[in-house]
């Protein structure tokens, strides 16, 4: 497994991720952290350079997650993928859970899984009203198998923490788009689901990570209903949608 873990402007939570990586009960794993053009590169790689050879570390001028997303998978050498953002956090039977579905399932191309959330401060929290100290799975259930109309109806809800996706079906669809800046994710299920043949994505529902909520997480902004939208007029314009996907 290799863990890929972008970061920008996170060096303040990139210990702690890391070392949720390190905590694995599963520890045939690498990590590959990609510096997205910080401006705290220095702190970062300070960070980074207590870990040794435990972490492989690369710099890139600011370019987007997408782009960082994809670095890290070129450099890695892992048969799996797994993801995480630098201020989340995996639980320590993460890997071994994820791992053990994809070899339970070798038709998945990839299987997301539950998480809690958690909020990182008071202000925090109360902004994230309805949405701390619960489940992923508990806000937006997963039923049925995943599809593209199934995402699109809310029946399922891909996410990025703890994700982990077969690294050659992530090459063979492209990889993340480097063009869209945000919701990256979102175009990239949306792909792998239309490529050809199409891929499959599974869902755990044991809880194995748990994310920050921040008051500066990018999903508050108000802009990025905008984005969404974005992904789906492209996935419009570029896959071969039937009928009842369009």
Known sequence: VSVIIPSYKTTQYIGAAIDSVLNQTFQDFE????????????????????????????????????????????AAAGKYIVQLDADDLLDPKCLESQVRMMREHPEYDAVYCNSFNFADSPAAAA?????????????????GPV????????????RVLGSILKRETLVRIGMHDEVERFAEDLDLWLRMLKADPPGQIGYNRESLGRYRLRLDNYTLDAGYSRRLLAVLDKAGRELDLTPEER
């Open 127 to 143: 902004q994230w009203r309805g949405h701390d100290q619960k489940y992923y799975l508990e806000l937006f259930p997963s039923e």
């Open 31 to 74: 990590i590959v952290v990609v510096s997205d053009g910080c401006p705290d590169s220095a702190a970062l790689e300070e960070l980074i350079r207590s870990y040794g050879t435990r972490v492989k570390y690369i710099w890139q001028s600011n370019r987007g997650t997408g782009v960082a997303r994809n670095t890290a998978i070129r």
């Open 147 to 158: 599809s593209f109309c199934s995402i699109l109806e809310g029946r399922t809800a891909p």
